[in-house]
């Protein structure tokens, strides 16, 4: 599947404001309130469409791509590196789409910005997205936040190298 990155529209900010999704993945549900932040040029909010042209997602890239807690500990400032952030369409979540999508956010950053690497924040408990961004470079940095129940903290940061792009291996 090939997927192509353009400057979020107001219509694609309203319709991703209303995705949502289920279980524990509910902490990703959209906020009709966010509109004006997805909007925001600084913040760098791209949609992303397939072939069909159908919304399946978007990125932003930069500083609304932190968590505070990250902010807070300096853990943005250790390494220069492009923050990313990302969200798929609720219903296409967990299909295999992944890794197709963030190389295409990858190439695309990689393309208009030219960073050295490519950070990103992700909660713990989503291990499907972990292996997603395992599955194209990414390597865990370090946890940090709240220490949950379980002993495991909220937030794993990771970071790859923005200069190549490891190789596809398809999944068996």
Known sequence: MRYTLAPISRADAEEISGWRYDGPYSVYNGDPGSVNSLLEPRFLYHSVRDEDGDLVGYFCFGDDARVSAGRRLGLYDAKPALDVGLGMRPDLTGHGFGEAFVRSGLRFARKTYSPPAFRLTVATFN????????????????????????GEKDWLLMMRDAEEEPPYIPKK
């Open 127 to 150: 291990r499907r997205a972990i292996r997603v961004y395992e599955g194209v470079g990414f390597e865990s940095v370090e946890t940090f936040g709240a220490t949950r129940r379980t």
